[in-house]
């Protein structure tokens, strides 16, 4: 199953930006659909981005406009940009390999995010 490893979380004030970084631990890395997911204490996790292959990046509208994901294939790697962050993005980010629009892979430790002032 392929492992997952988070990073780039911390502590922002709202307004402010991170970038979220996940590495795959796959040699097929190129041929999945990927996603990054939030989960909010007390809440279910949610799929904040998704990158499928031919089509257009996808986002609720929660984050549209706001959030950006994008992929390295020659590294294994997933990005997810967020900008104008709020304090209700507050969270722990996961990112997953999809299969069929869902996660498959080892879900990683994740990394926290906290907006806040």
């Known amino acids: 199953q392929v492992q997952l490893v988070e990073s780039g979380g911390g502590l922002v004030q709202p307004g402010g930006s991170l970038r979220l970084s996940c590495e795959a631990s796959?040699?097929?890395?190129?041929?999945?659909?990927l996603g990054w997911y939030r989960q909010a204490p007390g809440k279910q996790r949610e799929l904040v981005a998704g990158?499928?292959?031919?089509?257009?990046?996808n986002y609720p509208d929660s984050v549209k406009g706001r959030f950006t994901i994008s992929r390295d294939n020659a590294k294994n790697m997933v990005y997810l940009q967020m900008n104008s962050l709020k304090p209700e993005d507050t969270a722990v980010y996961y990112c997953?390999?999809?299969?069929?629009?869902?996660?498959?892979?080892?879900w990683g430790q994740g990394t926290q995010v906290t907006v806040s002032s």
């Open positions: 997953n390999v999809l299969i069929n629009g869902r996660p498959r892979g080892s």
């Open positions: 796959t040699s097929i890395f190129s041929i999945y659909d």
């Open positions: 990158l499928r292959s031919r089509s257009m990046p």
